[in-house]
C-alpha cells in the first residue's frame, strides 16, 4: 500500500464513516471503499466492523492505525522536503478513472517537484472552482463557454443504458426515444452537463421520461438499476465496470447519443508553468493510450 492509501485509511479511522472520509479527502465514497477493500485484502484480516453508528475498528484496525501514524509522518516530512508546488486541479468525477489508475503516480514520478491535489466534483462545481481560483486546470464535460475558458477537447464518451435483466426493455438490442416514453428514468444529477444534453434530446423527440432520481453518484444509478428501480443512464465504459451483475447494458439508438470532456483553465489567465507542465503530460497521455473515446 502506498502513503495516499494510508491517509485514506487514516481519515476513515478517524472519521469513523466512508462518506465523511471521502469528503474531506474530496475522493468518492466507492474511491474510498475500494481503497480500503484493497487494504483489507493486502493484509489478510479485516479493518473496520460495520455498526449502525458507523464504523468501528476492528482489533488489527487499532494496531495498523497507531503504526501508521508514525509512517505517515515520516513519508510526509520526506514528500514535503523534495516537492516544491502544489498544483490544484478540479475533475468531474469520472475522469480519474478514465484516465487510469496509474495517471498521477506517472506524472508524479516524472516531474516529482510538483504534487497534483485532485478535487473530484461534477462538472458545475469544476467550472466554479476554476472561476473562483481553487483550481488552475479543470476536466469536465461540454459545451464550453470560450468567452470564460480556455479549453481542448480530450475525450468523447459514449452514453448507455442499464437495465434490469427483468424488464421488458432488456430484451432489446438498442433502445429508442420513443422506448423511453413513460419509463421511469435515473440520470446522473443535473449538476452534470450530460443531464441537459439528455434531457433536451428527449424533448425534441417528444417523449417525457420519469426521472425519479438524479443522483451525484453515478454507480448510485447503477444500483437503483439494479433493483429494478428504473433504468439508469451511464457512460458505457463505467457500467462496463461497475453495473450490477443482474443487469444489462444497451446502447441508445442515437449513435450520436455522446458528450465531451476538456482539459480547460479559466480564460484571461496565465497558466503557471507547472499547470502547463500537466497539461502537457495530460494531452500526451491521452494519446499515447489512445483514450479519447471511451
Request: proline content about 5%.
Amino acid at each position: 500500500m502506498d502513503t495516499k492509501d494510508l491517509h485514506v485509511f487514516v481519515a476513515v479511522f478517524e472519521a469513523k464513516s466512508i462518506n465523511k472520509a471521502s469528503q474531506k479527502l474530496f475522493i468518492t465514497p466507492q474511491g474510498c471503499g475500494r481503497i480500503i477493500r484493497k487494504i483489507e485484502m493486502e493484509m489478510g484480516v479485516p479493518l473496520f466492523l460495520r455498526r449502525h453508528y458507523g464504523l468501528e475498528p476492528t482489533v488489527q484496525g487499532l494496531s495498523l492505525y497507531r503504526r501508521v501514524q508514525t509512517i505517515i509522518n515520516l513519508l510526509d516530512d520526506i514528500h514535503t522536503a523534495r516537492s516544491s508546488y502544489t498544483l490544484q486541479l478540479s475533475f468531474a468525477a469520472r475522469a480519474l478513472e478514465w484516465l487510469g489508475i496509474d495517471f498521477i503516480q506517472n506524472f508524479q514520478n516524472t516531474y516529482p517537484g510538483i504534487v497534483p491535489m485532485v478535487r473530484e466534483n461534477t462538472d458545475k462545481a469544476v467550472q466554479q472552482n476554476l472561476l473562483s481560483g481553487e483550481a488552475e486546470i479543470g476536466i469536465f464535460g461540454g459545451p464550453i463557454d470560450p468567452k470564460v475558458f480556455i479549453s481542448t477537447p480530450i475525450v468523447t464518451y459514449s452514453l448507455c443504458l442499464v437495465v434490469h435483466e427483468e424488464h421488458p426493455l432488456a430484451q432489446k438490442d438498442t433502445i429508442s426515444y420513443k422506448d423511453l416514453d413513460g419509463q421511469n428514468m435515473i440520470i446522473p444529477s443535473r449538476d452534470y452537463t450530460s443531464y441537459h444534453m439528455i434531457m433536451n434530446r428527449l424533448k425534441h423527440a417528444g417523449i417525457h421520461p420519469h426521472v425519479i432520481v438524479e443522483p451525484l453518484e453515478i454507480d448510485f444509478c447503477h444500483r437503483l438499476a439494479g433493483q429494478n428501480a428504473g433504468i439508469a443512464v451511464s457512460f458505457e465504459f463505467l457500467a462496463a465496470r461497475h453495473a450490477p451483475e443482474n443487469t444489462v447494458i444497451r446502447h441508445f439508438a442515437d449513435p450520436d447519443m455522446t458528450c465531451t470532456s476538456y482539459i480547460a483553465h479559466k480564460g484571461n489567465t496565465a497558466l503557471s508553468p507547472q499547470a502547463d507542465i500537466f497539461k502537457t503530460f495530460t494531452l500526451k497521455w491521452i494519446q499515447e493510450k489512445n483514450l479519447s473515446r471511451a
